[in-house]
């Protein structure tokens, strides 16, 4: 009913920037929160950055400085403009969001979607 499609990702020499953009489509109401969450190979998922729709951020410390959430409510899309890439970011990084919206004529409350992961490569 609800899908987030991520785009963006690939392999960047360490420095290089990436632009991940992911768009959120169905009969969606509103989005609370959206943003970004990465996995490496044998590590655990973890926060990178996300959103409220009210301009409140919340990223990992190890991206601050370097990486940049936005999001475009019109579109239902959300950005992560990572900078000054580190091998150590190279992961596979999930769209994430809270999502409300209408299915079958009812309304379903703050739901938890994710996308299907895109992976970015750091290395030289």
């Known amino acids: 009913q609800v899908q987030l499609v991520e785009s963006g990702g690939g392999l960047v020499q360490p420095g290089g920037s990436l632009r991940l953009s992911c768009a959120a489509s169905?009969?969606?109401?509103?989005?609370?929160?959206m943003g970004w969450y990465r996995q490496a190979p044998g590590k655990e998922r973890e926060l990178v950055a996300t959103l409220t729709a009210g301009g409140s951020t919340k990223s990992a410390d190890s991206v601050k400085g370097r990486f940049t959430i936005s999001r475009d409510n019109g579109k239902r899309t959300a950005y992560l403009q990572m900078d000054s890439l580190k091998p150590e970011d190279t992961a596979v990084y999930y769209c994430?969001?809270?999502?409300?919206?209408?299915?079958?004529?009812?309304?379903?409350?703050?739901?938890?979607?994710w996308g299907q992961g895109t992976q970015v490569t750091v290395s030289s």
């Open positions: 169905g009969s969606i109401v509103s989005i609370n929160t």
């Open positions: 994430y969001a809270i999502v409300s919206y209408y299915s079958g004529g009812s309304l379903n409350l703050n739901k938890n979607y």
